[in-house]
């Protein structure tokens, strides 16, 4: 079975500022994709960025990007300028490409707070 | 974008008494879709996943008797607690997702249960 593994419970940041978030994942497949989502007060989810395994180029969103090391298993999360908006639980998340197997593994999380 | 609504948001009930949640794609045929359930400063466990039209695949440890999910059409799940009990009190989020995109999910806005 696939896990996910944030080890990081609640970081905080100086708005303005970059900040890290981590996440390992175990699988014993090639193909898959990985995902961080972002989760406000309001509870909504909301993609932030994914990550193709295949592709060896790391994914980026304006002020979001990934480190994607495929053979240590590792998908940190950067966010530079920090903005008081970003704010919230972000969740790093793994899922099969195979046949019916399309299901979101989903770690317990991290809680950022971007202070002013 | 694609977007999903979930209705009611949040639903009080008591214990004994069953409450239907529903979940709709608004602007996309949703070929499956998900449940998921969220205590409170935790993540996201999938329940069960549903295919339009087929019966819902349920998560180990689930009670299939207890959350009866229903796909019948390519724009609308529910999900129905029977038999409520406090300990069901929870947030229920759904997803959705076509067939051609099985990496696009797309979340509800979550619904509030809480059982008295």
């Known amino acids: 079975a696939q896990t996910v593994t944030q080890s990081q419970p609640e970081m905080s940041v100086q708005e303005a500022e970059t900040v890290t978030l981590s996440c390992t994942y175990d699988?014993?497949?090639?193909?898959?994709?990985l995902f961080w989502y972002k989760q406000p007060p309001s509870r909504q989810m909301i993609l932030v960025i994914r990550q193709e395994a295949y592709k060896q180029q790391n994914a980026t969103e304006n002020r979001f990007s990934v480190n994607f090391q495929k053979a240590a298993k590792s998908f940190s999360l950067k966010i530079s300028d920090s903005q008081l908006g970003d704010t919230a639980m972000y969740f790093c998340?793994?899922?099969?490409?195979?046949?019916?197997?399309?299901?979101?593994?989903f770690g317990k999380g991290t809680k950022l707070t971007v202070n002013p | 974008g694609a977007v999903v609504s979930q209705h009611p948001s949040w639903v009080i009930c008591k214990s004994g008494t069953s409450v239907k949640i529903e979940c709709r794609s608004l602007d996309f045929q949703a070929t499956t879709m998900f449940w998921y359930r969220q205590f409170p400063k935790q993540s996201l466990m999938l329940m069960a996943t549903?295919?339009?039209?087929?019966?819902?695949?349920?998560e180990q440890g689930v009670e299939k008797d207890k959350f009866l999910i229903n796909h019948a059409s390519l724009t609308l799940s529910t999900l129905t607690v029977t038999s409520a009990h406090p300990e069901d009190s929870s947030f229920y989020i759904c997803?959705?997702?076509?067939?051609?995109?099985?990496?696009?999910?797309?979340f509800g806005p979550g619904t509030r249960l809480t059982v008295t």
């Open positions: 998340a793994f899922m099969l490409t195979q046949g019916g197997s399309e299901k979101l593994v």
């Open positions: 699988t014993s497949e090639n193909n898959y994709y």
């Open positions: 549903s295919n339009e039209g087929s019966k819902a695949t349920y």
């Open positions: 997803s959705a997702r076509t067939h051609d995109k099985p990496y696009e999910q797309y």
